[in-house]
């Protein structure tokens, strides 16, 4: 027995040596990966600290330097922070799905399993945009690196694309929850069992179209909140916003109006706070004038989604 036990511990000796010396590996079958095996690996060379590979990985625009590029492939090596956060939390990164877009575009969706061994908790991740050149597939973005009018604009050319939907509920979720749990809503039902759905987005779906309970949550915090205080406005304003998403125009005024109250009676000037307030108050002005700023609402008003 004893023998058979040592003879099985050089043989995973030798493995764990094979792994250290040849690293990700595979560096010169590049071009015959699929798009989630080039994810794996470019996973595995930012672990590694590899630039060099993750440099290869990586689309490029055109005319980006050398310099550029190994400057870029630096930065996206994994921290030290981030290592030790994976590690304390026993999270590993997992590939969900493939899916080849055209021939030179592809997604792949990433989940982080939370627990021993990677198995338990689900949490979506990432949805990673591939680039094919030169024959071979490379990491090109993240969806959450786009912007709020690429979203928009891809929205716009397609209604049904669930996760530009679901994105721009992300973008808009710490300035308008209402407005942001509108578009987590479109996304459900768009994709039931889309790759963003868990337990924890359902209940905030659910849990957010009680709008008195929301309400009365706003107004439990107000508790623990000063008289004069800009987060107090910041309660009022977002609780006018859940109002004016939901068509209680009447009831949101009174929301945005008490907001003012508290912002005219600081003791100090609030810089981002003010800007913000005016940005709440211009969209509220342009709902009330039928000239809505939200794609989603104008995308229901014409009928698409019927």
Request: glycine residues 6%; neutral net charge; charged residues 30%.
């Given at each position: 027995?004893?023998?058979?036990?040592?003879?099985?511990?050089?043989?995973?000796?030798?493995?764990?040596?094979?792994?250290?010396?040849?690293?990700?590996?595979?560096?010169?079958?590049?071009?015959?990966?699929?798009?989630?095996?080039?994810?794996?690996?470019?996973?595995?060379?930012?672990?590694?600290?590899?630039?060099?590979?993750?440099?290869?990985?990586?689309?490029?625009?055109?005319?980006?330097?050398?310099?550029?590029?190994?400057?870029?492939?630096?930065?996206?090596?994994?921290?030290?922070?981030?290592?030790?956060?994976?590690?304390?939390?026993?999270?590993?990164?997992?590939?969900?799905?493939?899916?080849?877009?055209?021939?030179?575009?592809?997604?792949?969706?990433?989940?982080?399993?939370?627990?021993?061994?990677?198995?338990?908790?689900?949490?979506?991740?990432?949805?990673?945009?591939?680039?094919?050149?030169?024959?071979?597939?490379?990491?090109?973005?993240?969806k959450y690196e786009l912007t709020e009018e690429q979203l928009i604009e891809t929205v716009?050319?397609?209604?049904?694309?669930?996760?530009?939907?679901?994105?721009?509920?992300?973008?808009?979720?710490?300035?308008?929850?209402?407005?942001?749990?509108?578009?987590?809503?479109?996304?459900?039902?768009?994709?039931?069992?889309?790759?963003?759905?868990?337990?924890?987005?359902?209940d905030q779906i659910v849990s957010d179209e009680d709008i008195e309970k929301e309400e009365?949550?706003?107004?439990?915090?107000?508790?623990?909140?000063?008289?004069?205080?800009?987060?107090?406005?910041?309660?009022?304003?977002?609780?006018?916003?859940?109002?004016?998403?939901?068509?209680?125009y009447e009831k949101a005024k009174m929301y945005f109006d008490k907001a003012q109250v508290?912002?005219?009676?600081?003791?100090?000037?609030?810089?981002?706070?003010?800007?913000?307030?005016?940005?709440?108050?211009?969209?509220?002005?342009?709902?009330?004038?039928?000239?809505?700023?939200?794609?989603?609402?104008?995308?229901?008003?014409?009928?698409?989604?019927?």
């Amino acid at each position: 027995m004893k023998k058979v036990f040592f003879q099985s511990l050089i043989i995973i000796l030798v493995i764990i040596m094979v792994s250290v010396m040849t690293g990700c590996g595979r560096r010169k079958k590049l071009k015959s990966l699929s798009p989630k095996k080039i994810v794996d690996l470019y996973y595995c060379a930012r672990d590694d600290g590899d630039v060099k590979l993750l440099q290869n990985l990586t689309y490029f625009p055109p005319n980006t330097t050398e310099e550029r590029k190994t400057e870029l492939s630096k930065s996206a090596i994994s921290s030290a922070e981030e290592k030790n956060m994976m590690n304390l939390f026993f999270m590993k990164t997992k590939i969900e799905y493939e899916k080849i877009i055209n021939d030179n575009t592809a997604e792949v969706g990433l989940v982080l399993k939370m627990g021993l061994l990677g198995i338990g908790k689900r949490i979506p991740f990432q949805q990673l945009i591939l680039k094919k050149e030169d024959g071979t597939w490379k990491y090109s973005h993240s969806k959450y690196e786009l912007t709020e009018e690429q979203l928009i604009e891809t929205v716009t050319k397609n209604p049904y694309d669930a996760s530009a939907l679901y994105h721009l509920g992300r973008m808009y979720q710490p300035k308008n929850p209402a407005r942001a749990n509108k578009y987590y809503k479109k996304y459900y039902e768009l994709e039931p069992k889309g790759f963003w759905i868990s337990k924890e987005l359902l209940d905030q779906i659910v849990s957010d179209e009680d709008i008195e309970k929301e309400e009365q949550e706003g107004l439990n915090e107000l508790h623990n909140i000063p008289e004069r205080s800009p987060d107090r406005a910041q309660v009022f304003w977002t609780l006018g916003q859940l109002f004016a998403e939901y068509g209680d125009y009447e009831k949101a005024k009174m929301y945005f109006d008490k907001a003012q109250v508290v912002i005219d009676s600081l003791p100090h000037s609030y810089p981002l706070y003010e800007k913000d307030f005016d940005g709440v108050i211009r969209n509220f002005e342009l709902l009330l004038q039928g000239k809505s700023s939200d794609i989603l609402t104008e995308l229901e008003a014409k009928g698409v989604y019927k």
